[in-house]
């Protein structure tokens, strides 16, 4: 049932292009420009009127709903909130009925998550759910939502949920943004176009495998190792990080790269691997300095450019090249090569890539 991989992780990042375009499939009609999604379309009033969204998530389904933050806010101007659910919980939150929360969740079964929308409905909000798991607690449970069609997913780490979660919250932050016309007919369609093309540039990018090996086996034996990156990479720097601690025990942090100086700076020495996201459009010049400063304290620099990059392949260690595409979609792209490194050096290290110790696939206690 691998399907000739050794192990499920590896199967389901090697998914992840055709897990994008069934998710994409009758929601993403590109020849006509149009997104539908009838779970918005029943309750558009709902979210153009809604004071603010509020998401609530755990672990990784968390880190997709930061990306969601930033893509809600960028393309359709609503405010965003993102909670760990078993903090909202327990918080006493303000949740009026003019509030829309959403819970993410690939199992739909995860207690914390699956609490907080109980509570958000008891105090009158829309609840809408984006689980990839069909009939689960959540999905039942929410009022709305829409579902990730990642399939099956076996790895306790999460992967092509993830960049299902992102594709799903891309199409609905470019849904809004439409319709309440934050975003111009022009940048929608030019991001349609963009979209459509990253299943295939996915598939490119994956053949970068055996580069991604040799960084593992250089980093291997590392103890620490920081992950940076920011505005829409700032969460992939955090999920980065996560699927490393999760399948190769080393520990590892995510930070959005200025905050660097306000403390992690003082980790970095020759034997500290940094991992750093400097795509071309987002920050680059500020991720360039960033990079200059972890290279003046000796820091190893493994970075993820966008394709002809020049600069950064001066200053850094190792590359690694993503297609170019727009600065919002860069997430679904900057993921695949820190998958990959955590999966060749958990395998190096002879850990139990599917199932890590003291882990389990759905948290259903809290
Ligand atoms: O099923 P969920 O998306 O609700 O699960 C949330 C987390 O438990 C999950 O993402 C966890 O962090 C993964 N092991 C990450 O790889």
Not at 68 to 83: F, G, K, Q
Not at 313 to 328: C, L, M, S, Y
Request: glycine share 6%; proline share 4%.
């Amino acid at each position: 049932e691998k399907g000739g991989y050794e192990h499920f992780m590896l199967k389901e990042i090697h998914e992840q292009p055709k897990a994008i375009t069934d998710t994409f499939r009758g929601r993403m009609l590109a020849e006509e420009n149009i997104i539908k999604m009838s779970s918005i379309e029943d309750n558009l009033d709902k979210f153009l009127n809604a004071d603010r969204v509020i998401i609530v998530a755990c672990g990784t389904s968390w880190h997709a709903g930061l990306v969601a933050e930033y893509l809600i806010e960028d393309m359709a101007r609503i405010p965003v909130e993102v909670e760990y659910a078993s903090e909202f919980r327990y918080r006493n939150p303000i949740i009026t009925e003019k509030d829309v929360v959403i819970a993410i969740s690939q199992s739909g079964e995860t207690a914390d998550t699956l609490a907080a929308v109980k509570l958000a409905k008891s105090k009158g909000a829309f609840v809408y759910g984006v689980c990839n798991v069909v009939g689960s607690s959540i999905a039942r449970e929410t009022h709305s939502g829409a579902y990730t069609h990642a399939g099956p997913e076996i790895g306790v780490a999460s992967t092509k949920a993830f960049t299902t979660q992102i594709t799903v919250f891309t199409l609905l932050a470019l849904k809004l943004g439409k319709a309440n016309k934050s975003l111009s007919d022009v940048a929608f369609e030019n991001y349609i176009k963009k979209m459509q093309l990253i299943p295939k540039q996915i598939e490119k990018l994956l053949e970068i495998d055996e580069h991604v090996k040799s960084i593992a086996a250089v980093y291997k034996d590392a103890t620490n190792c920081l992950y940076l990156g920011r505005g829409f990479n700032f969460p992939v720097a955090l999920e980065g990080a996560l699927k490393l601690k999760e399948i190769s025990y080393i520990h590892a942090e995510g930070y959005p790269a200025a905050e660097m100086k306000h403390g992690p700076i003082a980790l970095i020495d020759e034997n500290m691997p940094i991992f750093v996201i400097a795509t071309n459009k987002g920050h680059y010049e500020k991720v360039v300095s960033n990079i200059q400063e972890i290279k003046s304290r000796a820091g190893k620099i493994i970075a993820v450019v966008t394709e002809g990059d020049i600069q950064v392949k001066e200053i850094a260690d190792h590359v690694i090249e993503i297609p170019d595409t727009e600065e919002a979609l860069t997430p679904l792209l900057t993921t695949i090569p820190f998958q990959l490194l955590s999966y060749h050096i958990a395998v190096l290290l002879d850990r139990n890539v599917d199932q890590p110790r003291n882990l389990a696939k759905s948290v259903t206690v809290e």
